[in-house]
């Protein structure tokens, strides 16, 4: 009877040491907080979220446009009404203060702005180069010219249709300092307008048979809808430079400056140029344009 005690109070006092650790390494335990969400910090609504950009159609036709703005709006908060015309029509925005920043390509043109003080914040971007196309047979002998002035005197002497934007774009300014250079006027009946982008004026040149002055990346990013090939590039008046530039709310207080200093800020960022620099690189095998403003 005393040994069956003896074992019973043996067992009860290792129970109670057993729960006596238990509790002391329970008190000891430190517990692991759960993980907390993550903070995600969201760009600050700006308070006036709208801009207005004018442009050229080349930067929209090429795509690049559809590449940067998503950039520029989720990391700033900005929201981008895009109005894509042609240089002039894109100037004379910017001249009644009916756009907030531009970004445009016919410098002669835009120094009028610039030196009138229209315009503020004028900063470098990017540039290309404008290419003569046409119909592979290439009727005009284009191909074996080696200067533009060569190529149009070929084109106006020819039956060939030579098809214009007639748009006072960019690129319309462009062409008309170039038969200017090679002193000719082009002949009504074979000098047809379209008054029309840079895309538009591609396919009906294709069309038509015709040739036309382009501007490079519009051309690739639509060739292969196109029944055209580059005839003439190289060229070091063909050379296709683009500017962007604030409208000045001095002469214009309605305009958004804060949102347009931030837009002009963003293409001349490292980061934005080397997007530009890269951009249709893979789809092309040649970059669409060449980022200046790094340089």
């Known amino acids: 009877m005393k040994k ?38 969201e760009t600050p609504k700006p308070a006036n979220p709208d801009i ?3 442009t050229t159609t080349s930067t929209q036709d090429s795509g690049l446009l559809d590449e940067l703005l998503p950039v520029f709006e989720k990391k700033t908060g900005y929201n981008v009404k895009t109005i894509a015309i042609g ?8 001249e009644k203060g009916d756009a907030d920043v ?29 290419v003569i196309v046409g119909p592979t047979a290439d009727p005009a002998k284009v ?38 250079k090679a002193n000719i006027q082009p002949v009504t009946e074979k000098y047809q307008s379209t008054g029309q982008g840079m895309g538009q004026t591609l396919t009906i040149a294709s069309e038509k048979a ?52 931030a837009f002009v800020d963003f293409m001349i960022d490292a980061d934005t140029q080397a997007i530009i620099g890269s951009f249709g690189k893979e789809k092309y095998g040649q970059p669409l344009f060449f980022a200046d403003a790094v340089k």
């Open 52 to 54: 207005i950009l004018a």
């Open 143 to 180: 191909k074996g010219t080696k200067t533009v002035e060569a190529a149009f005197k070929e084109i106006a002497a020819s039956s060939s249709i030579f098809v214009t934007r007639g748009d006072d774009s960019g690129t319309h300014k462009m062409e008309k300092a170039l038969w200017k």
């Open 210 to 261: 015709g040739y036309t002055l382009t501007d490079r990346a519009t051309y690739l990013a639509t060739k292969k809808n196109l029944e055209l090939e580059i005839l003439l590039e190289g060229d070091t008046s063909l050379l296709n430079i683009y500017h962007v530039m604030q409208v000045n709310p001095e002469k214009f207080p309605k305009v958004n400056a804060e949102g347009a200093k």
């Open 87 to 94: 240089t002039g029509a894109a100037l004379a925005m910017g």
């Open 102 to 130: 531009l970004l445009v390509h016919a410098p002669s043109s835009e120094k009028k702005l610039v030196d009138n003080k229209t315009v503020i914040n004028y900063q470098l971007v990017m540039h290309n180069d404008f």
């Open 4 to 41: 069956s005690l003896r074992a019973r109070l043996t067992v009860s006092f290792a129970l109670l040491i057993f729960v006596m650790l238990v509790t002391i390494v329970g008190c000891g335990k430190t517990e692991t907080p759960a993980p907390s969400a993550p903070q995600t910090t």
